[in-house]
């Protein structure tokens, strides 16, 4: 099946819930996989006038190539009919923006939610940060706290920006390449999304910190 599009490598970002697609023609995007479970073309979704909701915590679990064309994904909660061709992948990350506004604007319409976790009525983010090694406690002066972020600090690199903005002892102790963080228990990357209710750990990386 011929196709405009090529990628030129493909790399799923498990525990940062992320596919990540760069094309020969040059463009490199990074699909969430609730964006790409909620924006499969197969006929159960397209033909529904409800929009998909609830998937803010899906995963893919399973990549399969369709011949040289397209990828079928597993996703951790049992759908797995979704074909998605070069094309609409690229078309998917090249539109990312809008289609996203629209979606919104469409679950919001039918009273629906991203995720199945509460989060509080105020729309902001509660979260438990883990200090780690002996000269961070000095900086942070506790092992562990309890965290309330306003929704738009959604991601590991945004947590950490906020952390540096707490004193000029903070900021070379969290800069990004400075430490390792863990988003419950599992290795994060900086692009790596925060819910509600999540447990952050941080441990230094730097034999000087």
């Known amino acids: 099946m011929a196709t405009k599009h090529t990628p030129s490598e493909i790399k799923l970002h498990q525990k940062s ?23 499969a073309r197969s ?4 033909t529904s006038n409800i929009p998909v ?3 803010a915590d899906v995963n893919i679990e399973t990549i399969e ?12 909660d049992g759908y797995n009919t979704g074909i998605f061709s070069w094309d609409t992948l690229f078309e ?45 406690l000095k ?11 306003p929704e738009s600090i959604n991601e590991v690199q945004k947590l950490l920006k906020y952390l540096r903005g707490k004193g000029k002892e903070w ?4 800069a990004d390449d400075a430490v390792q963080v863990t988003v419950n228990k599992q290795f994060a990357e900086l692009f790596t999304k925060l ?3 999540d447990e952050i750990g941080i441990v230094p990386v730097s034999k000087d910190l």
């Not at 819930?17 to 924006?39: A, D, M, Q, V, W």
């Not at 629209?102 to 883990?130: F, M, N, Q, W």
């Not at 900021?171 to 969290?174: D, G, L, V």
């Open 92 to 136: 998917l990350g090249a539109n990312y923006d809008n289609n996203w506004a629209k979606y919104l604007d469409a679950i919001e319409k039918h009273g629906l939610k991203r995720s199945t976790r509460e989060k509080p009525e105020d729309g902001k983010i509660k979260i438990k940060v883990l200090y780690f090694m002996t000269n961070m």
């Open 139 to 149: 900086v942070t002066k506790k092992e562990s706290d309890e965290i309330i972020l």
């Open 171 to 174: 900021e070379p102790m969290f």
């Open 195 to 197: 819910e509600h209710g």
């Open 17 to 39: 819930k992320i596919l990540e697609i760069s094309f020969e023609s040059g463009e490199n995007f990074k699909y969430p996989c609730e964006y790409l479970r909620t924006h």
């Open 53 to 55: 909701a609830g998937k």
């Open 43 to 46: 006929a159960e979704i397209e």
């Open 65 to 76: 190539p369709q011949g040289n064309y397209a990828l079928r994904l597993f996703f951790d």
